[in-house]
């Protein structure tokens, strides 16, 4: 037995009537007798009761009236999964993104997405920008904000913001916590904390060439990995650090943060493998593309 039996025994226990089953099948009465004489004499069990006037259903009967509604419920609901899914209407989207940017783009695309797309569950991953690299082209990750690296023709990518570094420090650094703007002569004999190149090369090759323009060399005693270790470090009076503006909207009550002269300029953007297999991938660098701002 297949689907195509459970439906002319629906009919037929629906309707209560050979005729009106029948036609509801789009067929004939004799062969659609035949196809429920075959179903019973298939489960070797009597599940109508009928003769000339009368059809009703055995106890047997009902019982299997209600698994079939139940097994033709889930059969149908999978047939329109599938192809929402195909369409990107439904199933799911593997999300990365840098820690910093959920002070930025991130919630908005998520929100965006999530009213466009109610049925893909999105699974959201932060990420250091070197391991986001690394699981797009592994195809651990569908899509992620992160640094722009350069060229990449295995991916595209959708600019949404261009973001400036500020500088923070504790606000009782003296002097540089009276200036209005900081160069890199003022920092010249600073303690610097910076993210490592092997976890965010963009980010230092960003703060090394902010230096390196005015021949300095910048002073780096420490070097974690994650943006927000390095804030709290620069609170505990470590030193200072460049780093992203979104970031700075939200530091503690003993930092501040200065802008910079001529401040580094980094381009965060939503990439995804131009071979990907998921069709739910462009909704959202679609959504991406709305949500562009200029800088920050």
Do not use: W
Not at 21 to 39: G, L
Not at 128 to 154: R, S
Not at 190 to 205: F, G, Q
Not at 223 to 252: D, F, M, N, W, Y
């Amino acid at each position: 037995m297949d689907t195509r039996h459970m439906r002319y025994f629906m009919a037929l226990a629906e309707t209560l009537h050979f005729g009106r089953a029948a036609e509801r099948m789009n067929m004939s009465q004799p062969p659609f007798s035949r196809q429920i004489a075959m179903i019973e004499h298939t489960l070797g069990v009597k599940l109508f009761e009928r003769n000339s006037r009368n059809v009703a259903l055995t106890p047997a009967g009902k019982h299997f009236m209600k698994d079939c509604r139940n097994v033709l419920g889930q059969f149908e609901e999978a047939c329109r999964d599938v192809r929402l899914v195909a369409n990107g209407m439904k199933g799911e989207l593997r999300f990365g993104f840098m820690m910093h940017a959920a002070h930025s783009v991130v919630p908005q695309l998520v929100q965006r997405y999530a009213e466009a797309r109610p049925d893909v569950r999105l699974v959201l991953d932060e990420r250091t920008p070197t391991e986001i690299d690394e699981m797009l082209v592994a195809g651990t990750l569908d899509a992620a904000v992160t640094f722009d690296c350069g060229y990449a023709p295995h991916l595209q990518t959708v600019l949404l913001v261009r973001e400036r570094l500020r500088i923070i420090m504790r606000k009782d650094h003296h002097p540089l916590a009276a200036v209005g703007q900081i160069g890199p002569e003022e920092l010249r004999e600073e303690k610097v904390i910076a993210a490592p190149a092997a976890t965010a090369p963009a980010l230092r090759s960003a703060i090394n060439s902010y230096f390196s323009a005015r021949g300095i060399v910048p002073h780096v005693v420490l070097e974690p990995r994650l943006q927000h270790t390095i804030i709290q470090l620069v609170a505990k009076g470590l030193g200072v650090a460049l780093i992203p503006s979104s970031l700075c909207t939200e530091l503690g009550t003993g930092l501040m943060s200065r802008a910079l002269t001529d401040a580094p300029q980094l381009d965060v953007v939503l990439r995804a493998p131009i071979t990907t297999k998921n069709p739910a991938v462009s909704t959202f660098m679609e959504i991406g593309k709305s949500i562009q701002q200029v800088s920050l």
